[in-house]
Structure formats: C-alpha cells, structure tokens
C-alpha cells in the first residue's frame, strides 16, 4: 500500500508559478504511473496530469497543456508538478493518486475507492 502526501500549495499572483510536490510517506511509487488531479470549490475533481510507472509518457489535460509539466524522481520517491503561467482558474485543492497504469488516472478509472490524501491548496489571484 502507498500513501502520498501533497505539498507545496500557496497563494500566487496570476502569471505566477508554483511547483507541487507528491511524496510517497508509506510505500513507494516505483513501478506505478502517479497523477494529479485538482477540485475547485463547487466542482468536481478533474484529471490534470500523469506521468507513467517509468516516465516515459505523459498526459496532461487540456486545460494546463503547455503550461504544467509533471515529472518523477523514483530516487527520492516524489512526482512534481511544475506550474507556470497560472491562472484564477487553476485555483483548487490538488491531489495526487497513483494506478498501475497512467490511462486509468488520465480517465479516472478506478479510483471511487482510493484514499485520496489531505490535498494541497493552490490560490491564484487577478
């Protein structure tokens, strides 16, 4: 079993950047494809992006491509999410999961019973 906690959440300027990181506390996150996924208030979580259990593919959704970028580093046990040019839009809770394969998380397959960690808050202003 793994557990992840997310960190790195703040309040930014809009424009600004902020890098999140997803460590894995219990267990590790080689050979498993980890993603991020965000809630705004009043919204349902959504896919953001996802890296594959040997990082050589990446998924992002529309809406942060070309601007987010996700990687890991299986050597310090933590997936990053680079954030540039933010955006109020891009103000939610963000989470990350992990699945044995990155299609399960770009579409949310499987994951009614994961237990998502405490989140990290993103706040951009105008």
């Known amino acids: 079993q793994v557990q992840l906690v997310e960190s790195g959440g703040g309040l930014v300027q809009a424009g600004g950047s902020l890098r999140l990181s997803c460590e894995a506390s219990?267990?590790?996150?080689?050979?498993?494809?980890i993603g991020w996924f965000r809630q705004a208030p009043g919204k349902e979580r959504e896919f953001v992006a996802a890296v594959s259990w040997r990082g050589g593919n990446y998924y992002y959704a529309d809406s942060v491509k070309g601007r987010f970028t996700i990687s890991r580093d299986d050597a310090a046990n933590t997936v990053f999410l680079q954030m540039n040019g933010l955006t109020p839009d891009d103000t939610a809770l963000y989470y990350c999961?992990?699945?044995?394969?990155?299609?399960?998380?770009?579409?949310?397959?499987?994951?009614?019973?994961?237990?998502w960690g405490q989140g990290t808050r993103v706040t951009v202003s105008s």
């Open positions: 999961a992990y699945a044995q394969w990155a299609p399960e998380l770009v579409h949310m397959v499987n994951l009614q019973g994961f237990n």
């Open positions: 219990v267990g590790t996150i080689t050979d498993r494809a």
